[in-house]
């Protein structure tokens, strides 16, 4: 009998790749939207007990496993991931403002290399729209899923203010966000990487970290968790820059990492500008993830670990290298909703 994952791989995933990239990605997201789902979780409770749940301060991560930002954007498929068994999805980026985005296309696969390369640019519908996507799901996923949101600036905004879009992100968000992950590191927005330097990144955490507290106050709720998402392809004095100041600031994690602008080790030719996930991501995004849990031998913050994610023994070697956490993109694309089956069970 057929395993999903081999139905996937051999029929699905080839009928899928017949189409253009972001028109299967909004496909998906429509389909989840309409088709019915079951009631019970596509993967067993029964999960591998060394796969074990994960708690954060007012968080309880059911497993270790979640959906990275970038594939639900405006936070319309909770329900789905909820029901494929992740424990926590990560929406957006938002930005305070709607945006486009890039111009078309924008969204490239490199099926030999199992890779993507997107320079999406920060499509999204806005905080509001977001913010109500959200409590709706959780009226629904009654709180199963825990739902981050990834957030930036817009592309008009110059640097010298990004802070200001993050914080209005937050205040529209507050209520309907479990977390806060920062996007710095995104390579298809202009400018962007420049908030991981000494010159802006001390500024805008200090003032994440003011917000934080107030609306804390104003909601009469904890503080929310916030997370920090940083590149894979960070000089050593960087790195420690960023650890660093993340501590002194109260940032409670770090995302390693986002995409990757080099071009190392990949087979497909192609001369595409954007950001690189997949299988040729994994190396870089591990030995950036090593470099900040060699800084972290306290345990001063919580790392999350994110790229070249395809399988088990991928999943187990992020734990192994200090992750608490571990986000999946590119590989539930070329894998197919079976691989958080085959990670947690």
């Known amino acids: 009998m057929f395993e999903f994952p081999m139905i996937y ?8 790749f017949l ?3 972001e028109f299967v990605h909004n496909f998906v997201i429509c389909m989840a939207n309409i088709l019915p789902l079951r009631k ?3 993967v067993s409770d029964e999960i591998d007990g060394k796969n074990f749940s994960f708690k954060l301060g007012y968080l309880n991560f059911k497993n270790r496993l979640g959906l990275a930002a970038g594939m639900d954007k405006d936070a319309k498929a909770i329900k789905l991931w909820n029901k494929l068994g992740f424990s926590h999805v990560e929406v957006g980026t938002v930005t305070p403002m709607p945006q486009s985005g890039n111009p078309k296309p924008r969204l490239f696969r490199l099926v030999k290399d199992e890779a993507i390369i997107n320079r999406m640019g920060f499509n999204n519908q806005g905080p509001e729209k977001v913010r109500l ?19 930036g600036k817009n592309m008009n905004t110059p640097v010298k203010n990004a802070s200001e879009d993050y914080q209005k992100c937050m205040e529209i968000l507050y209520d309907s966000a479990d977390y ?10 202009e400018g962007l990487r420049d908030l991981q330097s000494e010159k802006y990144l001390d500024e805008l955490l200090a003032k994440i970290n003011a917000k934080n507290s107030e609306l804390s106050l104003k909601y009469k709720i904890p503080r929310r968790i916030i997370f920090l998402k940083v590149a894979p392809d960070l000089l050593n004095e960087e790195i420690e820059f960023i650890f660093n100041t993340a501590v002194k600031n109260e940032i409670d994690g770090i995302i390693a990492t986002n995409t990757t602008i080099r071009r ?12 690189l996930s997949g299988k040729p991501l994994k190396k870089l995004s591990n030995e950036i993830l090593i470099k900040f849990s060699v800084l972290n031998s306290e345990n001063k913050l919580t790392l999350i670990a994110c790229g070249g994610v395809f399988d ?14 571990v986000q999946i993109y590119t590989g539930f694309v070329y894998e197919g909703p079976g691989i958080i089956k085959k990670i947690l069970q």
């Open 312 to 325: 088990k023994n991928n999943f187990k070697e992020k734990i192994k290298l200090g992750a608490e956490l």
């Open 133 to 151: 996507n959200i409590l709706r799901a959780k009226k629904k996923t009654h709180n199963g899923i825990i739902v981050g949101v990834n957030i």
């Open 19 to 21: 189409f253009k990239p």
């Open 40 to 42: 019970k979780s596509y």
């Open 264 to 275: 190392e080790n990949i087979v497909c030719n192609i001369n595409e500008e954007g950001g």
């Open 180 to 189: 806060f992950s920062l996007n710095v590191s995104s390579p298809n927005t």
């Open 9 to 16: 791989k051999k029929f699905i995933r080839p009928l899928l």
